[in-house]
């Protein structure tokens, strides 16, 4: 069975991804390949920074392995906060802090479209693969719910009238930005033998 790095050390992330994999590949975690330090995010886009933290760890470990990141892209924001999404109000990453942020630029704007993004870079061999996965959706004025992280309390999903945060974790994951994207690596690498 050949390993395969995914950058994380979340146990639930890892068990999850490996019932989607099958026996094919054996995920290992980033303290399984020896890396203790954080992974680079310097690139302005999501695509350089999975990229950036996939190469880091092959450069570095010389495992196969993937590494993804995430933003909320708001249009009428030309695509903020995206790949600052999780610093948008300052490093000290509060989402409190980064919503009301988002909802201060937002005021008096009727376009509220807006989604959320994930990228996926994939390096096998030395060959790099990138996937997406994309939610569109819509930025509310009021938080609501208790479930989810970030910025799901302010984002309505196209088709839906409850945030990411009024719904499961079950829920969500079977429309989430991540799960579209991890479907699409889960589907590339079963072709491979």
Known sequence: MKKLCFA?????????????LGDQFELISLEQTGCKEELPETGDTLEANSDE??????????VDCFADDTGLE???????????????????RNSADNMQLLLT??????NRSA???????????????????????TIIDDQRGGEGFGYD????????NRTFAEMSLAEKGEMSHRARAFKKLIDFLQTIR
């Open 53 to 62: 933290k996939a190469s880091y760890l092959y450069d570095h470990y010389g």
């Open 105 to 110: 630029k937002l005021k008096n704007q009727e």
């Open 74 to 92: 708001v249009e009428a924001l030309n695509g903020e906060p995206g790949v600052y999404s999780a610093r948008y109000a300052g490093e000290h």
């Open 153 to 160: 309390p302010i984002f309505v999903p196209e088709g839906h």
């Open 8 to 20: 994380t050390n979340n146990a639930h992330k890892l068990k999850e991804i490996q019932a989607m």
């Open 115 to 137: 989604q959320f993004r994930t990228v996926i870079t994939l390096i096998l061999g030395a060959e790099k693969y990138q996937f997406e996965g994309i939610v569109k959706g």
